[in-house]
């Protein structure tokens, strides 16, 4: 692997890791005026509290003093990981990618992450992006699309002018890998680190087979009950875009036949390969519709 290369870093999931992983709890006794109990690295650790002196009318609220010694430690750790990332993948150089508030995907599905507004941001969210801004040079991407369409895109640009090996995709986001190309998952609490290749014909698959699953975690249905695995009998024999696409169009067809109307069966089919193509192409992600 050489080491002339870009590290493409998504920066939404550091954010988050880094706020919540500097953010206290308070522990709050409700029959006393809301007093603060004690402050605590977790919820679990202020539950178990309450209960070993006996708190039943508690609650818990997120924590955090904005100390300049916090700030450092903020600092010190995001260069140590950035640092960590260009040593593990052999980047000389990288750039860093953080979503805006738009996203085309809204407008395309108004469901689209509708699970996700009744979680709260983390206190240190605002906080954390700021100083990847200001101190490491991150960037947002461009309105209207998440990093994860900057760094496809940036990873599209490089395979078009035939340097595949350029860059190397660093997230924890599993959506990635239906870009080709290079690609790092730095270790989290539950899974190590994992440099590894993505040809073009895996990430072909890994696409499609997502068109037929759905993301649940970022609220796009697929067909239910199918799973990876029914997913990849579905789809096997397939080899170009077009056998992939009629094959996953049968799909669907079949699923909701009687259910709904071939019509608006399409329309579903196309929407979810909207909403889970990755990149900035003209026609807002479209390039895996219907073949010519």
Request: with cysteine; hydrophobic share 35%.
């Amino acid at each position: 692997m050489t080491t002339d290369k870009t590290a493409s870093i998504d920066g939404d999931p550091i954010v988050y890791a880094m706020a919540f992983a500097m953010q206290s709890y308070a522990l709050i006794d409700e029959d006393n005026a809301g007093h603060v109990v004690e402050v605590l690295p977790t919820i679990k650790e202020a539950k178990e509290l309450a209960k070993e002196i006996g708190l039943a009318n508690y609650s818990t609220s997120p924590y955090v003093e904005r100390t300049v010694e916090m700030f450092d430690d903020m600092h010190d750790t995001l260069s140590d990981f950035i640092f960590t990332i260009l040593e593990e993948t052999g980047a000389i150089d990288h750039h860093i990618i953080l979503s805006g508030k738009s996203n085309f995907r809204y407008s395309v599905d108004p469901d689209y992450k509708a699970n996700r507004k009744s979680v709260d941001k983390p206190l240190l969210y605002e906080d954390v992006r700021d100083m990847l801004i200001n101190n490491f040079g991150a960037e947002y991407a461009e309105e209207g699309f998440e990093a994860d369409d900057e760094l496809g895109e940036f990873a599209y640009w490089s395979i078009a002018l035939d340097m595949p090996e350029d860059y190397v995709i660093c997230t924890i986001d599993k959506d990635l890998d239906t870009i080709p190309g290079w690609h790092y998952r730095w270790p989290t609490h539950n899974k190590e680190g994992d440099l590894y290749w993505v040809t073009p014909e895996d990430a072909m698959k890994t696409f499609w087979i997502s068109v037929l699953t759905g993301d649940t975690a970022d609220n796009i249905p697929g067909l239910k009950g199918i799973g990876p695995k029914k997913a990849l009998k579905i789809v096997a024999g397939c080899v170009k875009q077009k056998d992939y696409y009629e094959a996953c169009e049968q799909a669907y067809l079949s699923h909701y036949e009687g259910e709904m109307e071939e019509e608006e069966i399409i329309k579903r089919f196309e929407t979810n390969i909207q909403l889970l193509t990755i990149g900035k192409g003209e026609e807002n992600g479209k390039e895996h519709s219907r073949p010519d």
